[in-house]
């Protein structure tokens, strides 16, 4: 989440998983954020091809909107 331009600071905290999330996936590795959006990669999701997982945080809390993957994905590609 950014601060707005007129508050200058930020008092919302929350806790983003992947809808799909499990253990060792390395969710959170990477991460963008442009405005309301956030972008989280997650290098070893599904046997290591990787996702990323875009999130509006436009609301309190984020949303998951969509998961992310490449076209050729393959084992070991560890897209994020």
């Known amino acids: 989440l950014l601060p707005s331009a007129a508050s200058q600071s930020l008092n919302m905290t929350t806790k983003m998983t992947a809808s799909n999330g499990a253990a060792n996936d390395k969710f959170g590795f990477s991460v963008a954020a442009a405005g309301n959006l956030v972008v989280i ?6 046997s290591s091809t990787g996702s990323a997982f875009l999130f509006d945080c436009s609301s309190f809390p984020c949303v998951e909107k969509q998961q992310l993957t490449a076209a050729d994905r393959a084992s070991f590609d ?3």
């Open 78 to 80: 560890l897209f994020s």
């Open 41 to 46: 990669g997650a290098y070893r999701d599904d």
